[in-house]
T-cell receptor
Framework: NAGVMQNPRHLVRRRGQEARLRCSPV?????VYWYRQLPEEGLKFMVY????????ESGMPKERFSAEFPKEGPSILRIQQVVRGDSAAYFC?????????????FGPGTRLTVL | ELKVEQNPLFLSMQEGKNYTIYCNYS?????LYWYRQDPGKSLESLFV?????AVKQEGRLMASLDTKARLSTLHITAAVHDLSATYFC?????????????FGTGTRLKVLA
């Protein structure tokens, strides 16, 4: 069984470029979460999505960041006009259902470096 | 706002010694997770604690939950070098029918030979 997959694992961008991070959840999971981990810190919640819907984006910066989870294909976290402060590890997690509290399964992360 | 604090933030200990990591959280939650993270890696699930008084053990690690005190502990018995990693607790926050994890600051453990 494939777990949560993320790509790329490492991404280098220059200031002002766009970064696009992909997450394929565990097969059968319809809920995706994105977290950001700055160096030497814990994970911070960014956004929670279900297929074609954003459920909670309270942790997303208001500008430059967007996320989607289309009906077909992976979830995408997009960062426009990246700045050095965006350098971090971005983790995706998935869970199977919203009824009750379900364990989230984490992907390997994408480490973004902004030059 | 739910806050989750861990202490200590850094822990250096000798092999064979015992120690406890603490996770305090600020508002009611009845579910808590402990994770391990190795450098440059993802999170590995260690324990899920579902109710007050829950205790789980796996090898040299034992976790407990006291929901009344809003405290969880991760106890390390007779530490070995392989336990060197960063340990996170995460508390579930439920809002309007949805939930999310709030992570602690992490405890970086280094076990010295």
């Amino acid at each position: 069984n494939a777990g949560v997959m993320q790509n790329p694992r490492h991404l280098v961008r220059r200031r002002g470029q766009e970064a696009r991070l992909r997450c394929s959840p565990v097969k059968g999971h319809s809920h995706v979460y994105w977290y950001r981990q700055l160096p030497e810190e814990g994970l911070k919640f960014m956004v929670y999505l279900q297929k074609e819907n954003i459920i909670d984006e309270s942790g997303m910066p208001k500008e430059r960041f967007s996320a989607e989870f289309p009906k077909e294909g992976p979830s995408i976290l997009r960062i426009q006009q990246v700045v050095r402060g965006d350098s971090a590890a971005y983790f995706c997690a998935s869970s199977p259902t919203t009824w009750g509290v379900n364990e989230q399964f984490f992907g390997p992360g994408t480490r973004l470096t902004v030059l | 706002e739910l806050k989750v604090e861990q202490n200590p933030l850094f822990l250096s200990m000798q092999e064979g010694k015992n120690y406890t990591i603490y996770c305090n959280y600020s508002t009611t939650s009845d579910r808590l997770y402990w994770y391990r993270q190795d450098p440059g890696k993802s999170l590995e699930s260690l324990f899920v604690l579902l109710s007050n008084g829950a205790v789980k053990q796996e090898g040299r690690l034992m976790a407990s939950l006291d929901t009344k005190a809003r405290l969880s502990t991760l106890h390390i018995t007779a530490a070995v070098h392989d336990l060197s990693a960063t340990y996170f607790c995460a508390v579930v926050r439920t809002t309007s029918g949805t939930y999310k994890y709030i992570f602690g600051t992490g405890t970086r453990l280094k076990v010295l030979a």
